[in-house]
Structure formats: structure tokens, C-alpha cells
């Protein structure tokens, strides 16, 4: 067969070439930015560095079954710590801290002295954390695909997750906001509503504290540059090739087969295989001339529902060592970002090295919302940096309120906007997850979607709420797509 042509170098892209080259198949990524990673990225400013995507990655433990995957493919191994931060979350709270611990016990403890007029329900909460702690995610493999030895079974992961059905049905017929609306204590709601948003299902809330309950979605040294550098240099060590700074303009088809691609500065690309890991909901319109119009393509274009943010990072000269990673800060007057009011904020405080010199901090803070059309009129307004100052600026001032010891001590902050996302990932309106509404049980779309044969598809919008185990499995399923139609043995990992 020839060369599969992979689009993207993010986590998905990265999955399927891996598990390509294992099983013996020619694989070449074409990658816009000049390093990989996509979504889970992070960068330097002058002293500082900020992490940009992971918080928690689902399968950091070896008791998960991705675990193994993960490994497989580089981004976790023996030689890297993994931090499994505990508490997971703070809030100030009656003169002290009201901490969210990943043990459902010790939790249950800590938020009944915090909050015994919600008693009742945090025992609740409490009991249902172990029960989701139960769930893991299963790997699966494709009908019809051979294997090089036998895949341990999806049966006991499927068994583990009967238990739960009745309450995921029920947890998954509200809404976060909906349900942290049944605690009394606002502290103790904009400590929940941290987790994940108001946005998701309560089943996505349920989902992650059953995960950190069961020791996993911890953060493996160095964060997302390291894991996709790790990832992108396994591909490289079986042989595969990745063309940075190369952008797709279009997948080229004949005949209702995949022809090869068509690059950004002229070049043409032949190969009957082709992976897009490009975010489906953009490629489906960017990537095809005419843009795709299958029933499926229509039916992500209307209920597709993207999540982004503007993402402030700020470098500042305090000594932050002794304040709590993540904190919620319930506001005393709503922030302003981006026309949208916000009545809490989570800065993560990453303090001293890797991140920052000893006795500085970089600082993240990620203002969730659909801020496209915001930014986007204030570009074509001509006030784009404008409000970019007025937001870094806005952030400065805000800190300084939250964290006394920083005031007058920040150097620099930076600013991305959906637009940056859009620019970097070429993602529907620089969205890197899918929300998980109430109401929907998130299904995954097959690789082979579209129906034009050697055109496969992966990445995170395949399988609400998207993230990383979603690109590392969908790039997996793709790769075992692609073995099962050439009759090859897959081997990847399973
Ligand atoms: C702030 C933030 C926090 C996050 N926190 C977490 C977390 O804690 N846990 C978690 O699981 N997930 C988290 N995520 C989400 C996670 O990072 C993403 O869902 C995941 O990385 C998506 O991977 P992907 O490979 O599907 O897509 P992408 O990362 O979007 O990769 C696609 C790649 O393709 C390239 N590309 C696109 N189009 C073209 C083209 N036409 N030509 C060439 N190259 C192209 C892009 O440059 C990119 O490298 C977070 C994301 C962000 C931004």
C-alpha cells in the first residue's frame, strides 16, 4: 500500500502514526506549526514558561486501561513522575481552605466541616464518586481486525460499568450548573462548578472525580510539550516522518477514493491513505472542495457544540510556593472577559522551576465561553491588541486583588483568543474539546465516516468531550482501520 498521509502532529496524529509504523505501514505527518502537539501545548515567555493544554490526563495510572497505551506510545513510561495533585482544588472559605481530596472518605470529611448545611448531599456526591471510580474507560478493537496476539478484553472494564449505568442515566439528565444548584453553600458550588464547568453534564463532574478517586488523571513530568515531544520522537524512532510547517490546504479524492493532499504552498502529495486528525468539524468544510455533505457532515454542523476559551498566562516576581496549584476564587463583583461575566476564576500557580525561576510563578487562567465573535469584531474593528492589553491588564489588576503578595510584581502576561487557537489548530473557531451536554450520551464516530475509501478521520471531535484519551483513541481506532481494509495484522498497541 502506499504511504498513509497523516494530517497533524497533535495527539491523535501522533497515536495513529505510531501505532501505523508498528504495524509495519509507511506513515508521514504534514503538520502546520513548527512542533507537535496541537491543543496540548504550552509555551515560553521570556523567563517564564506556561503550560497551555493538560491538567489531567486520563490514564497517568497503571490501574487504567489506557494506561498501556499511553506508555506504548512514549507519553508515559517508567522514567516519568507522574503528579497526582491532592488536593485537586481549593477554595477560600471561612477563614481557611476548603479542599477537594481525590479520596471520596477524606472529601466527604473535609466539605462536611466546611459545609455541614449540605451534609446530606455531600454524602451523596460522596458515594457516587465511588461508584464512578469503578468505571473505566474500555479499549476496544474493531470488528474484523487482526491482531498480533490477542487484546485483553474490554469485558471486565464493560462489567465494572453496569453498576453505574443507573446512575450515568441519571447524572446525565442534568446539568452541572443544574446540579451543583442542589448545595446551599456558594462556596461549595463554585468549588464544584471548577471541576469542569457548569456547561457539561453531571456525568462529565462525576466522571473526573471518580477518575482522581481512583488515583488516575495525574500530570506526567514536564506536561503536554514533553509528552508530544516524547510521542512525536517514538514515530521518528520507528521510521516515520513528520514535515513541520507544512499546512494542508485540501485531502484530494477520484472516484470516491482518497488521492492524496494538496499543501498550502503548491505541493502535491499523492498516496491512496490519507488520516485527517484536523478538527472533523473544520475539516469537513476547509479540507474538500465541495466541503463534505453527508448527512453526518450536516448533523456535526448543527449539534456539534465546541469548547474554547481565552487563555491568559502571566509571569510574575513572587515567591507563590506556598499558595494551593489550583485555586477557585469566588469573585466579590464579576470579571469582565470578552463581554462575558465571570462570577469565579481557577488560576493555576505554577511556581519556580521548570516554570519559572526560584521565587517567581507563571500563572494560567482560562476564561471559558464561546468568545469568537468578540474577538472577532474587535479585529475588524481594529482594537484586536486593544482589548488583548485590556484583558491582560484587566487580569493584572485581579490577581493583585486575589493574591496580595503579587502586587506590583508582575512582568509580563500574554494573551491567546479563540482566534490564536483558530490560527495554530485550524480548529471550528480554535475549539479543542466538544461540550458534553445533558441530555446526550456522547457515542463515538467511526474513522471511516465519510465513506470515501482510504479516507479516515480522528481527533477529539469524534467523541464528546473530546481531550486526550479521545485523540489517542481515536487516532488508534483509525490506524486499526486502515490495517483491517489492507488486510494487514495490526500491531499497535492493545
Ligand atoms: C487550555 C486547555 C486545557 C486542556 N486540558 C486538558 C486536560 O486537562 N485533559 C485532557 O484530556 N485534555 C485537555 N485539553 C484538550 C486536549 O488538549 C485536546 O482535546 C487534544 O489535545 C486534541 O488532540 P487532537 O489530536 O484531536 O487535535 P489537535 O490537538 O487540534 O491536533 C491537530 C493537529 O493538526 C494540525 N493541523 C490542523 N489542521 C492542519 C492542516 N490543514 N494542515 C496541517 N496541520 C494541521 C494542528 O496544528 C494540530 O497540531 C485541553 C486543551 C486546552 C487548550
Redesign the pocket.
Known sequence: MSTALI???????LAAGIALRQSGIQAEI????SI?????TGWRRGEYFFE???????GSSPKSPLNALWRELGALGEDVAVENRDPFLTIEHGGGEARLFRDPKRLRNELCSHFPEDEREIARLCRDILVFSRVQMPVTDLKGLKLRRKSPSPLPALLRLLPALPKMTAYSKMSTAEYAGRFQNPALRALLLGVVGGENAATALLFTLGTLAAGDGGCPEGG?VAMAARMARKFEGLGGRIHYG???RRVLTRDGRASGLLLADGDLIESETVLV???LLSAID??FDPPLSAPWAEEQRRKAAPVL?S?VSLGVRADLGGRSKAAVFALPRPFICAGERYESVLPYLYAGPPHAPQGQAAITL?FMGDHYAFWQAARQRGEYETEKARLGEGCIRLLEELLPETRSRFELYDVATPLS?ER????FKGS??SLQRKGEFPRTLPSGLSGISGLYFA??RLMPP??????LLTGRAAAQAVCRDHGLIFQGAI
Open positions: 494530517v497533524g502532529a497533535g495527539i491523535s496524529g504534514y503538520e502546520s506549526h507537535p502537539g496541537g491543543a496540548s497551555g493544554g493538560m491538567h489531567w490526563l486520563t503536554s507544512r499546512q494542508v486528525t484536523q478538527d476547509a479540507l476559551c487563555f482560562a487557537y495554530y489548530l485550524h480548529s479543542w474539546m481527533g477529539q473530546g481531550g486526550l484519551p479521545v485523540a
